[in-house]
C-alpha cells in the first residue's frame, strides 16, 4: 500500500515562496504519476500539478501555471511542489496523490497547510 507524507507548509507573505514535499513508499507498478491538490473549506478539491514517475512529464492546472514547478527526484521517491509569487488565495491545505496508469488518484497524504498574508 502506497504511503504518501506530506511536509513543508507553513505561513508565508504575499510575492513569498514556499517548497512542499511528499514522500512516497510503498509505490507499486500501478504508480504512474504524483499529483498535488489544494482545497479550501466550503470548496472542492482542486488539481495543481503533476507529474509522472517515469519521464518526468509534467501537468499544471491555471492556478499553477507559470507561478509553481513539479519537480521529482526518484531516487528519494519524493515530489517536490516549488511555490513562488505566493497570493492569500493559494492559502489551502495541500494534498499529494498518488495517480494510476488509469488516471485514478487511489492514496492520499494527509495535507499540509499553507498560509500565505496578504
Known amino acids: 500500500q502506497v504511503q504518501l507524507v506530506e511536509s513543508g507548509g507553513g505561513l508565508a507573505q504575499a510575492w513569498g515562496s514556499l517548497r512542499l514535499s511528499c514522500v512516497a513508499s510503498g509505490r507499486t507498478d500501478s504508480s504512474y504519476s504524483l499529483a498535488w491538490f489544494r482545497q479550501t473549506p466550503g470548496r472542492e478539491r482542486e488539481f495543481v500539478a503533476a507529474?509522472?514517475?517515469?519521464?518526468?512529464?509534467?501537468y499544471y492546472g491555471n492556478s499553477a501555471k507559470g507561478r509553481f514547478a513539479i519537480s521529482r527526484d526518484n531516487a528519494k521517491n519524493t515530489v517536490y511542489l516549488q511555490m513562488n509569487s505566493l497570493k492569500p488565495e493559494d492559502t489551502a491545505v495541500y494534498y499529494c496523490a498518488d495517480q494510476s496508469v488509469a488516471g485514478t488518484n487511489d492514496y492520499w497524504g494527509q495535507g499540509t497547510q499553507v498560509t500565505v498574508s496578504s
Open positions: 507529474i509522472s514517475w517515469s519521464g518526468g512529464h509534467t
